[in-house]
């Protein structure tokens, strides 16, 4: 089964820097687009960057251009989201997430999330 596990979240201070990673699995990664969102507390889930199946397009939400970077590793099934000069408007829970043809549908399949505080 489609299985998608984030980890690497945890507590910085405002300016510093967090790599979240996603390893996937039950799906073949290299195929399909990756996502981060976040969601932070009374908010609703925001899509904050995109990477193509082949890793050669991104796409960032204004927020968090410029200071987030998405990339993957399709040799190793991962996909990654290094965070840099982090605020505390970043706090947030961070997910990956993709979408997969299901029986002639598109469904989406999301992480569990990590945690992300930022706080001094």
């Known amino acids: 089964q489609v299985q998608l596990v984030e980890s690497g979240g945890g507590l910085v201070q405002p300016g510093g820097s967090l790599r979240v990673s996603c390893a996937a699995s039950?799906?073949?990664?290299?195929?399909?687009?990756m996502n981060w969102y976040r969601q932070a507390p009374g908010n609703e889930r925001e899509l904050v960057a995109r990477?193509?199946?082949?890793?050669?397009?991104?796409w960032y939400a204004d927020s968090v251009k410029g200071r987030f970077t998405i990339s993957r590793d399709n040799l190793k099934n991962l996909a990654y989201l290094q965070m840099n000069s982090l605020s505390t408007d970043d706090t947030a829970v961070y997910y990956c997430?993709?979408?997969?043809?299901?029986?002639?549908?598109?469904?989406?399949?999301w992480g569990q999330g990590t945690q992300v505080t930022v706080s001094s």
């Open positions: 990477i193509s199946w082949r890793g050669d397009t991104t």
């Open positions: 997430q993709t979408v997969l043809p299901v029986g002639g549908a598109s469904r989406a399949f």
């Open positions: 039950g799906f073949t990664f290299s195929s399909y687009a």
